[in-house]
T-cell receptor
Framework: AQKVTQAQTEISVVEKEDVTLDCVYE???????LFWYKQPPSGELVFLIR??????QNEISGRYSWNFQKSTSSFNFTITASQVVDSAVYFC???????????FGKGTKLTVNP | DAGVIQSPRHEVTEMGQEVTLRCKPI?????LFWYRQTMMRGLELLIY????????DSGMPEDRFSAKMPNASFSTLKIQPSEPRDSAVYFC?????????????FGPGTRLTVT
């Protein structure tokens, strides 16, 4: 069975701090895909990144970076120099190869205070 | 290009009434998904279609829920009769499935309140 665990329910930081959001997944498949989505206070879900199980290369996009480690089944997300606009709920999700179903974690609510 | 369009954005109805939620996927996408989000259960997949055909409806709560996709540009999720426990935000998402894994793009959601 697939499962995504985001152990951090809520995180609060002060602007300009770095923050890492943890994501641990479980799957028996060798081919799978991992995703991060952002849900700002306005409510929509915004796609941030997709990672394939056969590509462990880390990725950086501006202030955002992702660390994928198959050895620990983790796909962590780091925001560098956080800003108030980063305040949102962030969801990690898993999709097994051969299915289109996304399994979401419970989300981590990030609050960035000025 | 327009994103996923959902209507209505907000719906308030009384218990027992029929509710119909509508979704227009991104043009060219061939998969469509209906999700429900609640505080208690988080984001749950209700049903998804590929090329207008329902593939997996195992997440549909019960017979009161039904979904259709009559063509590639329109889908509905119907609840009849509605109950207070159906109150949630319902999201529609679409993606292009073509030999690989592609991300799902979500609509703005419909906030349903059943009194």
């Amino acid at each position: 069975a697939q499962k995504v665990t985001q152990a951090q329910t809520e995180i609060s930081v002060v602007e300009k701090e770095d923050v890492t959001l943890d994501c641990v997944y479980e799957t028996r498949d060798t081919t799978y895909y991992l995703f991060w989505y952002k849900q700002p206070p306005s409510g929509e879900l915004v796609f941030l990144i997709r990672r394939n199980s056969f590509d462990e290369q880390n990725e950086i996009s501006g202030r955002y970076s992702w660390n994928f480690q198959k050895s620990t089944s983790s796909f962590n997300f780091t925001i560098t120099a956080s800003q108030v606009v980063d305040s949102a709920v962030y969801f990690c999700a898993l999709r097994q190869g051969g299915s289109e179903k996304l399994v979401f974690g419970k989300g981590t609510k990030l609050t960035v205070n000025p | 290009d327009a994103g996923v369009i959902q209507s209505p954005r907000h719906e308030v109805t009384e218990m027992g009434q029929e509710v119909t939620l509508r979704c227009k996927p991104i043009s060219g996408h061939n998969s469509l998904f209906w999700y429900r989000q609640t505080m208690m259960r988080g984001l749950e997949l209700l049903i998804y279609f590929n090329n207008n055909v329902p593939i997996d409806d195992s997440g549909m709560p019960e017979d009161r829920f039904s979904a259709k996709m009559p063509n590639a540009s329109f889908s509905t999720l119907k609840i009849q009769p509605s109950e207070p426990r159906d109150s949630a935000v319902y999201f529609c998402a679409s993606s292009l499935v073509a030999g690989g894994s592609y991300e799902q793009y979500f609509g703005p959601g419909t906030r349903l309140t059943v009194t």
